[in-house]
């Protein structure tokens, strides 16, 4: 189960450039289509992106996910350092806000902290939920987004 601990512990920062590969990737997979061509070309052409009123080819809404499996070792990674075990592991839910835009080409650093840990019993099961907190902050060290990550761990 969670090592509580580990409440309040940051995460070592992680800086990552957003690839406009990695959008389209992203995007062709939630948007269940086979090909760069089926996707919203805001996503992939930068004409068409400005011409949507965009600076450059923007991120979809939910793509900000993708950096936690980037950075510190990935999911496992922050699983273990947790203490958290994978075969237990639930990501209940994810929560987005917004203080600017992140474009493909953007230098991006990740900070992460374990802002809460708490126990429960559902279904005469024993729920460990621990919740992450992660600011993005761009090249010219603006906050653009802030997300919190809601994990939860199932007990025997």
Same mark, same amino acid.
């Given at each position: 189960?969670?090592? $509580? #601990?580990? +409440?309040?512990?940051? %995460?070592?920062?992680? *800086? %990552?450039? &957003?690839?406009?590969?990695?959008? &389209?990737? %992203?995007?062709?997979?939630? #948007?269940q289509k086979n090909s760069e061509e089926q996707i919203n070309l805001i996503y992939c052409d930068e004409e068409a992106a400005q011409k949507a009123g965009y600076r450059g080819i923007p991120i979809p809404p939910t793509f900000p996910t993708c950096s %936690?499996?980037? *950075? !510190? !070792? !990935? +999911?496992?990674?922050?699983?273990? &350092?947790? !203490?958290?075990? +994978? #075969? $237990? +592991?639930?990501? $209940?839910?994810?929560?987005?806000e917004y203080f600017g835009n992140i474009y493909a080409g953007d230098v991006i650093t990740r900070k992460m902290k374990v802002i809460d840990m708490s126990k429960k019993i559902t279904r005469n099961r024993l729920v460990e939920v621990t919740i992450l907190e992660t600011e993005l902050t761009n090249q010219h060290g603006e906050l653009v987004l802030k997300t919190r990550t809601k994990l939860m761990e199932i007990g025997i």
């Open positions: 189960m969670a090592d $509580r #601990s580990k +409440l309040g512990m940051e %995460f070592p920062a992680y *800086t %990552f450039t &957003i690839e406009k590969d990695k959008i &389209i990737e %992203f995007v062709i997979a939630v #948007s %936690f499996f980037w *950075t !510190g !070792g !990935g +999911l496992m990674g922050t699983a273990k &350092i947790l !203490g958290i075990d +994978l #075969s $237990r +592991l639930l990501h $209940r839910e994810e929560e987005y």
